[in-house]
Structures are given as C-alpha cells and as structure tokens.
C-alpha cells in the first residue's frame, strides 16, 4: 500500500506502507532522500545515495511521478516520464493544483 504525502511546499514524499520506506523529492534542487522509517523513524540517516538501495529509490520515485501525473501537474514537473525539478517558479503546495498558489 502507498501513501503520497507533501511534508512543505517543497518536498513530496511517498511512504511504501509494507516496507516503510520512505522517498523524498526536494523540488527547490531536485535532491532525493529515502530513509527507512523502522530503522530510522527520526528520518537522520538518508539511504538514497546508497547503492543497495538504488532499487527502492527508483521504485518509489515511479510512485511518486504516477501520483504528480494524477495531480496534473504538466511538464514543469514530469517530463518523459522523469521527475524533474521547476526551473522557475511553480505552485507548490499540500492541494495542488486545485487550492495551491503561485509563490512569488
């Protein structure tokens, strides 16, 4: 089971509910955190950058594109495909795209 979650305006996260892991998204550089929440559940050491976890980082990435196409969230987000990160000034936020604003 998955959980889509946006912990600010900008950071996304998506949590596997059988493994616990948890992926983050960090749209101001696209940066990417994973951390396993019964190991780790104060979220202090990020595994994303650690090979033995590059499958659970690609996984829960895919989770978290399907779920930014759900919100349509366009191009400035996904593109092919692929998670990207805004290159200007997007709305972000808990709602988007229905109640979110734009940042200025």
């Given at each position: 089971?998955?959980r889509?979650?946006?912990?600010s305006?900008?950071?996304?996260?998506?949590?596997?509910?059988?493994?616990?892991l948890?992926?983050v998204f960090?749209a101001q550089?696209?940066?990417?955190?994973?951390?396993d929440?019964?190991?780790?559940p104060?979220?202090?050491?990020?595994?994303?950058?650690?090979?033995?976890?590059s499958r659970?980082?690609?996984?829960l990435r895919?989770?978290?594109?399907?779920?930014?196409?759900r919100?349509?969230r366009?191009e400035?987000?996904?593109?092919m495909g692929?998670?990207?990160?805004?290159?200007?000034?997007q709305?972000?936020?808990?709602?988007?795209?229905?109640?979110s604003?734009t940042?200025?």
């Amino acid at each position: 089971s998955w959980r889509a979650l946006v912990s600010s305006v900008d950071r996304s996260a998506v949590v596997d509910g059988e493994s616990l892991l948890k992926y983050v998204f960090n749209a101001q550089d696209g940066s990417e955190e994973l951390f396993d929440l019964r190991a780790d559940p104060k979220e202090t050491i990020n595994l994303a950058t650690k090979p033995a976890h590059s499958r659970s980082v690609a996984r829960l990435r895919a989770a978290l594109v399907k779920q930014y196409q759900r919100e349509g969230r366009g191009e400035g987000w996904v593109q092919m495909g692929k998670l990207v990160w805004p290159r200007r000034r997007q709305a972000t936020g808990q709602n988007y795209p229905s109640q979110s604003r734009t940042r200025r």
